[in-house]
């Protein structure tokens, strides 16, 4: 029989407790669960492809600078360097930084030539990249919320402008993706001292650093700013370790020597942010300055006023731009891009405007509160993004320019919402919301993210989502382009690859027609100015366009002043005069055909050669507009048809052939008939009657 077993007090008092748990400690064990992290990132991943794969258009976007990135890639794809290949010679190209273009080259390697659709896709697939890094970088910010983390990185999932420039052959993505890279990188190396301190992996991390600055300027020009924001960052770090040093020195402490090592260390990262800057800039410098091409065209850019062909000249100018965009900005763009809130440049801004102008950049501002010197550099680049984009030309005012800064607008306007609820609960007297303050305002968050930031978003995506899975047809409902579209279409189809077009919208002409060559024309110039161009360039072909004004202003007159020069290839659509439609004709040109001589009150006078678009020729004396007097006439294959004298247009007096309905005569005339010796015969070269004729009638046959 067992005992039961008796257990004293002295024994239970031995045994160890187990302290209990409270629900906030469970919580921030799953927080801090590396698994848990894993599945968050799921959830971002799934979230992503969904709102990618609703907005992503396989259509080409009608922006021509994406077609130009394109074509760009080719040239350095085929070996032809960095140049121009849409024109009708191969020239360097000097607008356009050759990042991007390196990029879509290296893609090129993987696509079937022609096949765009790739190139988007890594834009996409960067975007996701991004992401992902955003959220370990907001997460380190914000000292370890992963929740708040990952509810902005949702949001960033359903940004209209992120989503929609994800699916554009540009070079926002791959700009954006190079920014986070830095910021990321900077804010891991943040925790070091010295270089004493660095792994193999922070060396890495450093040369990945480095490599992005250089390849940043290469990306878009607008990378500048990412850079001094850098530098600034770093000597403002150097700085306050010099400052904090200067204080310490005389103790002579262990905490003395690290703010110098902490001096030394920022300074010298500043140096190496330049280091690479500077080279880039100095090799793209040489480059144009070996090709001749000595001003980068984004100065005479940044000095346009109006899109009238002004120019920037006085203090007004730059104040009244700087004015301008900073209200565009402020109660426009800002306020779109967080709040998704519509407007027209057109219209006039109004006190509900201000209102949520200054409701948006006020959280944005809070949301700097309590970021340390990570937040401090988002700041930094911040301001230095906005200055340069206050001082831009105000017709380029568009969230296209500022895109790349689009998630840390977002980030720090839901952290600003994070910060004033925090410091609200703060203050409450009572010890539970007090104590819990952060976790209070990290539920606000995400209830303000997932039940406003979010749907916002999601709503403002319709219309991308609706353009993605229409035709061009269904998307543009403009039926000029439409016909410009097919015209483009039929010129692939049907013109030589030798064909030298002039027309609008080369780089959309460029992709749209399989690769062939054209040229824009020079807008609003004379009749003359334009043949003289159109010889210029050796052209062989027009498109006359009513998709814009300019070919129907500029091209039209030359048409009806010189029809000679002009044939009609192919026309597309009829006039409709309700709609404002006109036709789009493709037009042969030939700078040989139609007169050259003297004009005299818009008539032919004197000696002149006219060539005629089926090949023949006359060349003689015009009077009144037609032959008269002594002049040869030469038929389709340059053999002499008439040589002699005419009279108002006719033959008269001399030798050549002429065809009576299917029979031919050849030989003399005289007053406009045959006289003299003559040969008449049929289409098979029998001869039917032959000998002296006297005013067409044979008199002594032979």
């Known amino acids: 029989m067992k005992q039961k077993k008796n257990y004293s007090s002295a024994s239970r008092q031995q045994k160890p407790s187990q302290p209990k748990r409270s629900f906030m400690d469970a919580v921030k064990m799953v927080l801090s669960n590396r698994f848990f992290h894993i599945g968050l990132l799921a959830i971002v991943a799934v979230v992503f492809y969904i709102n990618y794969d609703a907005v992503f258009d396989k259509k080409l976007d009608m922006n021509g600078d994406n077609i130009v990135y394109y074509s760009l890639g080719q040239s350095l794809h085929n070996g032809t360097g960095y140049s121009d290949i849409m024109g009708f010679e191969v020239k360097p190209h000097t607008h356009f930084p050759p990042g991007y273009p390196a990029f879509i080259s290296a893609l090129l390697n993987f696509t079937r030539d022609g096949n765009y659709l790739p190139i988007k896709k890594a834009n996409g ?205 402020l109660t426009k763009l800002m306020p779109e891009t967080v709040l998704t809130k519509p407007f027209e440049k057109k219209d006039p801004i109004t006190g509900y405007d201000i209102m949520i102008g200054f409701f948006v950049f006020g959280l944005v501002i809070i949301g700097f509160i309590h970021t340390g010197w990570g937040g401090f550099l988002l700041f930094s680049y911040l301001a230095v993004s906005f200055g340069v984009l206050l001082f831009w030309p105000e017709q380029y005012t568009s969230v296209r320019y500022y895109v790349a800064i689009v998630p840390l607008i977002l980030f720090l306007f839901v952290n600003g919402i994070w910060n004033i609820v925090s410091f609200l609960a703060s203050k409450i007297k009572m010890g539970w919301i007090q104590s819990h303050s952060s976790v209070i305002a990290t539920v606000i968050v995400v209830i303000a993210t997932f039940f406003w930031l979010v749907p916002l978003q999601s709503e403002a995506q319709a219309n991308y989502r609706q353009l993605a899975k229409c035709s061009y047809k269904q998307m543009v409902g403009d039926q000029n382009f439409l016909n410009y579209y097919e015209a483009m279409d039929w010129c692939g189809k049907n013109l030589p690859d030798s064909s030298r077009m002039v027309c609008r919208k080369p780089e959309l002409y460029y992709i749209y027609s399989g690769f062939k060559k054209s040229v824009s024309f020079p807008y609003y110039a004379s009749v003359d100015t334009v043949i003289s161009y159109l010889n210029k360039v050796n052209a062989t072909n027009i498109i006359l366009d009513n998709w814009f004004k300019h070919a129907y202003v500029t091209l039209y007159p030359a048409v009806k002043k010189y029809p000679e020069k002009f044939k009609v290839l192919h026309t597309i659509g009829k006039v409709d005069t309700v709609n404002k439609v006109n036709p789009v004709y493709i037009i042969k040109y030939n700078y040989k055909w139609g007169f050259d001589g003297k004009i005299v009150n818009g008539k032919k006078e004197g000696y002149g050669v006219f060539n005629y678009q089926d090949g023949r020729r006359y060349v003689g004396n015009y009077v009144n507009d037609r032959p008269d007097g002594e002049g040869e006439f030469y038929d389709f294959n340059g053999k002499l048809q008439f040589k002699g004298t005419w009279r108002a247009g006719n033959y008269m007096d001399g030798k050549g052939y002429a065809f009576y309905g299917d029979k031919k005569y050849e030989g003399e005339y005289k007053n406009g008939s045959p006289s003299g010796y003559g040969v008449y015969s049929d289409t098979l070269g029998h001869v039917i009657a032959k000998g002296i004729w006297r005013n067409g009638t044979l008199v002594q046959p032979q």
């Open 125 to 329: 697939f960067l975007l996701f990249l991004s992401i992902i890094m955003l959220f370990y970088m907001m997460k380190k910010i914000t000292k370890n919320n992963i929740i708040l983390a990952f509810s902005v990185a949702i949001l960033f999932c359903f940004q209209k402008d992120l989503l929609r420039w994800s699916t554009i052959m540009m070079s926002e993505m791959l700009f954006l993706f190079l920014t986070v890279v830095v910021i990321s990188v900077a804010l891991l190396l943040h925790r070091r001292k010295s270089f004493r301190e660095y792994s193999k992996w922070d060396f890495a991390a450093l040369g990945a650093m480095l490599l992005s600055i250089a390849y940043i300027y290469f990306v878009r020009t607008m990378g500048i700013s990412m850079i001094l924001a850098l530098c600034g960052w770093y000597m403002s770090l150097a700085l306050w370790k010099g400052y904090k040093y200067l204080k310490t020195k005389k103790e002579e402490s262990t905490e003395s020597v690290t703010y110098r090592k902490g001096l030394c260390y920022y300074a010298c990262m500043a140096i190496l942010v330049l280091l690479p800057f500077g080279i880039s800039k100095v090799a793209w410098g040489v480059r144009n300055q070996a090709i001749g091409h000595v001003q980068t065209d984004y100065i005479s850019d940044f000095k346009k006023k109006g899109g009238n062909g002004e120019v920037m000249t006085t203090w007004s100018d730059w104040s009244e731009r700087v004015y301008s965009n900073a209200k565009s900005y």
